[in-house]
Nanobody, 124 residues
Framework: QVQLAESGGGLVQAGGSLRVSCAASTRTYSRYAMGWFRQAPGKEREFVAAISSSGASTNYADSVKGRFTISRDNAKNTVYLQMNSLKPEDTAVYYC?????????????????WGQGTQVTVSS
């Protein structure tokens, strides 16, 4: 069983930056690929970014490419999402998720564990 806990959400003005974190409670954290998803009110959960277990491979949704950066620190069992040049349309609850096999990383159903989410609000 893996427990994930997001933190770092908040309110920021458009054009600003925010970093959200996700801490995992497992000794085998380095075996898991990690993903970030977001869900806005009335919308489906959508893929944001993913990173392989070693951190060597990353992937992004087109809507955040060049603005967001995913990274991980396996010594701290933590994955990060650095968000720059934020836009009002980035407003959502952001979730981290973990999966053992780094395939189909854009699909929520492939992930085994999920955090509770952290709210990110970008004001215009």
């Amino acid at each position: 069983q893996v427990q994930l806990a997001e933190s770092g959400g908040g309110l920021v003005q458009a054009g600003g930056s925010l970093r959200v974190s996700c801490a995992a409670s497992t000794r085998t954290y380095s075996r898991y690929a990690m993903g970030w998803f977001r869900q806005a009110p009335g919308k489906e959960r959508e893929f944001v970014a993913a990173i392989s277990s070693s951190g060597a491979s990353t992937n992004y949704a087109d809507s955040v490419k060049g603005r967001f950066t995913i990274s991980r620190d396996n010594a701290k069992n933590t994955v990060y999402l650095q968000m720059n040049s934020l836009k009002p349309e980035d407003t959502a609850v952001y979730y981290c998720a973990a999966e053992l096999v780094y395939t189909d990383y854009r699909l929520p159903r492939t992930y085994d564990y999920w955090g509770q989410g952290t709210q990110v609000t970008v004001s215009s």
